[in-house]
């Protein structure tokens, strides 16, 4: 039976409609609607109400975390496209947790090159002292290297631990190898899952998993992983039961004088532990694009720690990434009428 699809796309107003012209231009798409939505990506919701009518058509959808009401309410719905790399936000909802038949995919892969710059953006500006320049325009004034508060330090040579290997783990590394960095990867597949080409954006990130110079995988070998002598830990795993509060006083106790990135989720990490190490110094520094809580209080200690920089979770943002997401969705509609594996397919058992 040839499939007529129907495709909802729930579209901030920052995104270009003119990326999603590759869905029209599928045999199977006989209809795209747009409804227009406010915030950004993972977190935006539609300005207006979708209809009792165009759920019931609806075969695919493209959203943040609006699902219908109910499996009667879209009967004939068989894909779902998320906008974030994570699936966090709708493993909790009831229609994702109903038996129902739909297929759910995330849209990983398509930060990975803005996220992987916002990762090596800090890491430079931190052992570079950039902020530095900054203060010494504003007075006017001709500074002097020597009132850095240590040494600049190149990362050529230095050891940078990625803490999941998936989409935003691989390009990270493809970015850190670049700088001459050793690049060491722990993967909670056990053995890894060495192998992983992008839809979102063909040619970027680590393909058959060659970058690493070294391989941990699963649970026992984490302690052997974080003792690794890492200058740099870049958290990327997924949020789950096991990995929720992973980086706690313990790990962060094996990590002496490393700088610590989170680019996954802020549960991830033991806020209390983090500025512990950091007020210490036992860790060097930590850029978050995450928090816990988040988004961080206003009179929330960890604003004024010592040795930290925050950004509100926008390190993905960037011009272009509905155009990734995009080809994830060409890609599933191609595979599910091919019969053919799925890219970024959500295992409901395992919640990624």
């Known amino acids: 039976m040839t499939v007529e699809d129907h495709v909802i796309v729930i579209q901030p107003s920052v995104f270009e409609d003119a990326a999603f ?20 990506g993972g977190h935006s919701l539609p300005l207006r109400e979708i209809t009792a009518e165009e759920w019931a058509k609806t075969t695919i959808l493209v959203t943040g ?57 800090n890491i430079l500006n931190f052992f570079h002292h950039s902020s530095f320049y900054a203060k010494w325009q504003a007075e006017k004034r001709w500074g002097h290297d020597s009132e850095f508060p240590s040494p600049v330090r190149s990362q050529y040579g230095r050891t940078i631990g990625i803490l ?82 992973l980086i706690n006083a313990r790990t962060l106790g094996l990590l002496k004088g490393a700088f ?14 983090l500025i512990e190490a950091l007020e210490s110094e036992h860790i060097a520094g930590a850029a978050l694009d995450v928090t816990d809580p988040e988004p961080l209080t206003p009179g929330h ?6 040795n930290v920089v925050i950004s509100p979770h926008i390190s993905g943002h960037a011009r272009g990434y509905e155009y990734g997401v995009a080809n994830i969705a060409v890609h599933n509609v191609k595979a599910l009428d091919g019969g ?8 409901k058992t395992k919640g990624y």
Request: net charge neutral; glycine share 8%; no cysteine.
């Open 21 to 40: 012209d590759v869905l029209r231009d599928l045999p199977s798409v006989k209809s795209v609607t747009f409804i227009r939505a406010s915030g950004y």
């Open 65 to 121: 975390t609006t699902l219908p009401p109910s499996r009667a309410a879209a009967p004939n719905l068989r894909l779902v496209q998320l906008y974030s790399a994570g699936s966090n936000a709708v493993v909790k909802l009831p229609f994702f947790n109903e038996d129902n038949g739909v297929v759910y995919a995330t849209a990983s892969g398509t930060h990975g090159p803005a996220i992987s710059e916002w990762v090596i953006l």
């Open 164 to 245: 999941g290997y998936g989409a935003l783990g691989r390009q990270t590394a493809r970015v850190a190898q670049a700088l001459g960095m050793r690049v060491i990867a722990h993967s909670f597949s056990n053995p890894p899952k060495k192998e992983r080409v992008e839809v979102a954006v063909p040619g970027s990130g680590d393909p058959d998993g060659s970058i690493p110079a070294k391989w941990y995988s699963g649970q026992d070998q984490l302690d052997d992983f974080f003792t690794s002598g890492l200058d740099v830990l870049v958290i990327s795993v997924p949020l789950t039961p096991e990995t929720k509060g």
């Open 260 to 273: 610590v990135v989170n680019i996954a989720r802020g549960a991830v990490v033991d806020t209390d532990a």
């Open 301 to 306: 200690k960890l604003w004024t720690t010592k």
């Open 340 to 347: 053919w594996p799925l890219a970024n397919k959500i295992d």
